[in-house]
């Protein structure tokens, strides 16, 4: 691509015009703030039930009743309004972690900008993959397409070029010579300047009609949220029943149903459950994006969690993205060294006999060649080497510095006419220059590629018939010892000849990207937790599989699936697909199209599958995808557009994390679900059973709403910040299509909801045979199911672990939440107003010794409870030659 004449905006131009149009962003729905919020947790039939209850107590003179009922219901509304606010601020902060970027000429050099900064007048570079940050008139093209199917809804990419811009001309035409703010390049290269930003774009303007559009529940809030009214029903379902028995037993005024049933019905209903999900997957969320995931969908947290298959690409994301030329091989054989690392050009290059390098005409050539087909840059600035372009052709421009060239130089002397961009589905670049009457073509891309364009090769007195095949095994035994081949030609016509044929084979350059020292042990992790990993990459075989060997992917005798061979298949036979596919797990020279193929194909074996990608090639796998997850660092705009989670430091690593926390999370929400529904469970199973031994309720209606707050108001939301237990990764991933209440989670619910109920009616029955007081009796009842929630709020922190075997504080939300809980109990017994409307009195320390054994119960067949599940899962595992 051409420098533009103009040198962009000054720094002090592009500052003022900020001030002048605003930031480069699109209007943006109002965020609801807390009044909204505090008045959305009245907006629901649940509360339509206590209001009900209170007008009734009203209604029948009840007024501390009713009173007590309209606390009950602000004080639910202002910790759920505390907990969405919360939330809300937490997604926003990880939103603006994810701003684009775009590349912008300014004050002569080009930076790296963030879009929002962009103004009217700026110059920007387009690319391949970029999102199209502003309306814009083309100054220059090469081999330009863009979709713009967000604006006209045509589904081909337009092809552009330079001229006047303009505006779309109607909802199915745009402007040739324009990209508009939201589009996608699909291909080639442009310069352009901005013409439009924020709302002035054709994108703002649309969104000034969607904005306040609710978006959709992600599909596992509204799983869970059909899952709360599908319990509710079923409870209101046995109050129902229960109602008719009391009207049967004749033993109950009608007064004492009505507020019981509306009571009862109040306190069982999850009505927190949304709310602590909400929080829980926030909190997930946060969690991840420490360790360098960043969500862009909620429902990627489980997603990610449940993940069985990850397919990975190799640079950057098992290997640390930094290419250094180590070996430059030219076609007769003769090697040459370099060393030095990185961006920093400091190094040498040496001869095959070791003596530092003096001359070398086709070294010279061969670096020229990739110096001119390149589109990066490197520059020293501020005390550092500053790159900034694709890696493999800045370590083009690092090995000439290292040669002592002069890159502005060697860019100058020769006329740039045309471009060859790099896209993968060729795997070269190139670039056309003239000299006087002279046209020069420089390409570099897969030795594959380049033998194919070539006739002859260099040799040390010019150009000679090539050998193919003495090049091939060049390439071969190279490529098996991990390095990255980059081969490199050459042609000169005295005519107008841009065809890439019969060119001059320069020679090939080894890099080598080392492996991240954390890859090996996190793939070695997945496996532990029933996850595979497969690497596609476009790489060359023996690369792939050397890189594969190092990093546990593959044997030795495996054999490594390579893009050829999809070819030879009938794409419409799915068997033939899955044959090959199934057993690789390494897959080199892979184009876009097959990467999406072989998603698929897992996907039909039953793998919940993850792809990562940086590309807007990469795009289509990404969709086909379970979770697509986009490269932060070297990512382009339509990968990131497309992908459910950003990695925002392109490891490997990062993303097991992100699948262990994705665990971490589902399993949190299980232990909310389990609290909230065996507390329910247990409350509707006491009143049964008192009505069928014919005693009076055990809990009067403002005694079930108290308990409702202090036995899980503050304990759900607190199990939401629960940490790892340690052993996420060792297990097998959970099924995705597994339902909230799985066989597990009912028994749990089944044998401690049955417990409480149990001995709560047990102490019930026993004390009022003994002639105690039926207030006194509800008192201590109502003691005797607080002390049941909390201690089952402690035992909620594992399915299978002791508590014991917890560390205490690791959660200190539930260590304080739980002594808190019980205080505000212990402290409405001796307050004024409160103990009379809640019917509490103070219990003397033999009651307290008496209700504590009981509660204490309940921890010890929990804890046979968790030693059961311990022994069937080692059974479990040594049946299927899992020991541990």
């Not at 009076?696 to 759900?716: E, K, R, S, Y």
């Not at 109920?757 to 109502?782: D, K, S, V, Y």
Request: aromatic share 6%; glycine share 8%.
């Amino acid at each position: 691509m051409t420098t533009p004449a103009s040198e962009g905006l000054t720094s002090e131009q592009a500052q003022q015009r900020l001030v002048e149009f605003g930031l480069n962003r699109l209007p943006e729905p109002p965020v609801p703030g807390a009044v909204t919020l505090f008045i959305r947790q009245f907006a629901s039939p649940f509360i339509y039930i206590l209001l009900l209850a209170s007008v009734v107590s009203f209604a029948l003179g009840q007024v501390p009743s009713g009173v007590f009922i309209l606390v009950v219901l602000l004080v639910n509304a202002v910790i759920g309004a505390v907990q969405e606010y919360s939330a809300q601020r937490a997604a926003a902060a990880l939103r603006d972690m994810v701003k684009g970027t775009a590349h912008v000429l300014r004050d002569g050099q080009i930076i790296t900008l963030d879009v929002e900064l962009l103004v009217p007048g700026d110059t920007v570079l387009l690319a391949s993959g970029d999102k199209v940050p502003a309306d814009v008139r083309l100054l220059s093209t090469q081999n330009l397409a863009v979709d713009e199917s967000m604006l006209t809804g045509e589904s081909l990419a337009v092809t552009k070029s330079a001229g006047d811009g303009g505006a779309i001309d109607d909802a199915n035409q745009s402007n040739v010579h324009a990209c508009y703010a939201g589009s996608i390049i699909t291909h080639g290269r442009a310069q352009a300047i901005v013409t439009a930003t924020g709302s002035q774009t054709q994108l703002g303007k649309i969104a000034h009609h969607v904005v306040g559009k609710p978006a959709s529940a992600p599909p596992l809030m509204i799983r869970i949220r059909a899952f709360t009214y599908q319990i509710a029903a079923g409870i209101l379902l046995m109050i129902a029943l229960l109602a008719l028995l009391m009207v049967l037993s004749g033993q109950y005024n009608v007064e004492e149903m009505l507020l019981m049933s509306i009571g009862l019905a109040v306190s069982v209903i999850p009505e927190g459950l949304p709310a602590a999900l909400t929080v829980a997957l926030a909190i997930g969320m946060s969690r991840m994006a420490k360790n360098s995931v960043i969500i862009r969908r909620l429902l990627a947290v489980e997603a990610l969690g449940s993940c069985t298959m990850i397919c990975s690409d190799k640079t950057g994301t098992l290997t640390v993205n930094e290419l250094t030329i180590r070996r430059v091989v030219m076609p007769d054989g003769a090697t040459y060294h370099v060393d030095g690392e990185g961006v920093a050009p400091g190094g040498t290059v040496l001869r095959p006999e070791q003596r530092p390098l003096e001359c070398d005409e086709r070294l010279n050539e061969l670096c020229m060649a990739g110096v001119l087909a390149n589109e990066s840059h490197l520059d020293y600035s501020g005390g550092d080497w500053v790159s900034d372009g694709d890696i493999v052709d800045i370590a083009f421009l690092v090995m000439a510095k290292k040669l002592g060239m002069s890159i502005r130089t060697l860019r100058s002397q020769q006329e740039a006419i045309a471009l060859i961009p790099y896209e993968s589905e060729k795997a070269y670049s190139g670039v056309v220059n003239r000299v006087g009457d002279c046209t020069y073509i420089y390409a570099k891309g897969s030795p594959e590629q380049m033998l194919a364009m070539c006739s002859l090769m260099q040799g040390c007195d010019g150009p000679q018939p090539i050998d193919k095949q003495a090049i091939e095994r060049q390439f071969v035994a190279l490529a098996s010892q991990g390095y990255r081949i980059i081969a490199l030609a050459r042609k000169v016509s005295d005519e107008d000849d841009h065809a890439l044929q019969d060119m001059v084979f320069l020679g090939m350059v080894a890099m080598i990207d080392p492996l991240r020292h954390e890859a090996a042990d996190a793939i070695a992790q997945c496996r532990k937790g029933g996850i595979e990993v497969a690497m596609i990459t476009g790489d060359h075989p023996a690369t792939a599989k050397s890189i594969a060997l190092e990093l546990g992917l593959c044997s030795t005798d495996d054999t490594v699936v390579t893009g050829a061979d999809f070819a030879g298949l009938d794409e419409t036979r799915n068997d033939q697909i899955d044959a090959l596919v199934h057993p690789a797990r390494v897959f080199a020279r892979i184009a876009p199209k097959q990467k999406a193929q072989i998603v698929a194909s897992f996907i039909r074996q039953g793998h919940f599958v993850a792809v990562t990608g940086d590309g807007v090639n990469d795009a289509p796998a990404m969709r086909c995808a379970n979770a697509g997850i986009a490269m932060g660092k070297r990512g382009t705009d339509v990968a990131r557009e497309t992908a459910d989670l950003i990695i925002t430091d392109d490891n490997f690593a990062s993303i097991v994390a992100g699948i262990e926390q994705g665990r971490v999370v589902y399993n949190n929400i299980r232990k909310v679900i389990g609290l909230l529904v065996a507390t329910g469970f247990s409350a509707i199973l006491l009143f049964f059973l008192c009505v069928l031994a014919g005693l009076p309720m055990p809990l009067i209606a403002v005694q079930l709403l108290w308990l409702n707050l202090v036995a899980n108001g503050f304990q759900d939301v607190a199990l939401a910040f629960e940490p790892k237990e340690g052993h996420e990764l060792t297990e097998r991933p959970r099924s995705p299509g597994e339902p909230v209440m799985e066989r597990h989670l009912i028994e749990h619910v089944l044998v401690v909801g049955t417990v409480m109920g149990l001995i709560a009616f047990a102490q019930f029955e026993w004390n009022i045979r003994q002639g105690i007081p039926l207030e006194e009796a509800r008192n201590l009842t109502l003691m005797l199911m607080v002390l049941f929630g909390n201690i089952h709020a402690l035992n909620s922190r594992s399915e299978s672990r002791s508590v014991f075997r917890i560390p205490l504080f690791s959660n200190p939300f539930l260590i304080l939440a739980v002594p808190i809980a019980q205080i505000v109990h212990i402290l409405a017994m001796y307050t004024p107003g409160l103990r009379d409307v809640l019917a509490l009195q103070p219990i003397t320390l033999i009651e307290w010794a008496q209700l504590a054994a009981l509660a204490l119960s309940l921890l010890v067949i929990e804890e046979a409870h968790k030693a059961l599940i311990r022994w069937r899962a080692k059974r479990n595992a040594n049946a299927i030659g899992h020991p541990g």
